[in-house]
């Protein structure tokens, strides 16, 4: 089975400060998305990736900046905290070809809380 | 903005009943995946339709997408308690990107 690992699943963090979310799968998708979630809205697509070092602006890029240096990796990064970035982050991963033929593998997700 | 409206946004079940989502577009879709989400956990990948009119079954769930490829439906009979979670749908548009709706959060009383 795919694993997507976020490697926190918790973080408490003060206004004005850098943030980085870590995402890791290691069944060499192509493909990684981050999303996130809040209630009411569902889940509202970040930033995505579908190779190494491209990446592409999803519906809400507005405040954060991502990072894709190796494939099994997708960094999300939010480079001035603010407390309306409140959520829950979540990442996922995809296998490439022919886009949305294939189905999303999420990761546990990053409970981000800013103070 | 979010182009897959769903509806509705919470459903309180009592246990043995059937309920249904919906799932609406404003544009044709390519594909729809439905998610599950438990309390606490992080979506889960159901199924893909890809055709117009299509049913699928999971034992006692089934999914629809409609004849002109702009909604779709998840129905589940005789609601059990493991239904408790949040279900998604998210559509395939002309473009790559995956919308998702706004979820429905079922909830069932014993």
Same mark, same amino acid.
């Given at each position: 089975d795919v694993k997507v690992t976020q490697s926190s699943r918790y973080l408490v963090k003060r206004t004005g400060e850098k943030v980085f979310l870590e995402c890791v799968q290691?069944?060499?998708?192509?493909n990684m998305f981050w999303y996130r979630q809040d209630p009411g809205l569902g889940l509202r697509l970040i930033y995505f990736s579908y190779d190494v070092k491209m990446k592409e602006k999803g519906d809400i890029p507005e405040g954060y900046s991502v990072s894709r240096e190796k494939k099994e990796r997708f960094s999300l990064i939010l480079e001035s905290a603010s407390t309306n970035q409140t959520s829950m982050y979540l990442c996922a991963s995809r296998e490439g070809? @022919?886009?949305? @033929?294939n189905v999303l593998t999420f990761g546990a997700g990053s409970r981000l809380t800013v103070l | 903005g979010q182009q897959v409206m769903q509806i509705p946004q919470y459903q309180h079940v009592q246990e043995g009943e059937d309920f249904t989502t919906y799932c609406n577009s404003s544009t044709t879709l390519s594909n729809i995946q439905w998610y599950k989400q438990r309390p606490g956990g992080h979506p889960v990948f159901l199924i893909q339709l890809v055709k117009s009119g299509e049913v699928k079954k999971q034992k006692r769930l089934t999914f629809q997408f409609g004849e002109a490829k702009k909604n779709s439906s998840l129905h589940i009979t005789? +609601?059990? +308690? +493991?239904?408790?979670g949040t279900y998604f749908c998210a559509g395939l548009p002309n473009d790559y990107k995956l919308s998702f709706g706004a979820g429905t959060t079922v909830t069932v009383r014993a």
């Open positions: 290691d069944m060499d998708h192509e070809g @022919a886009f949305g @033929a | 005789a +609601t059990q +308690t +493991t239904d408790v």
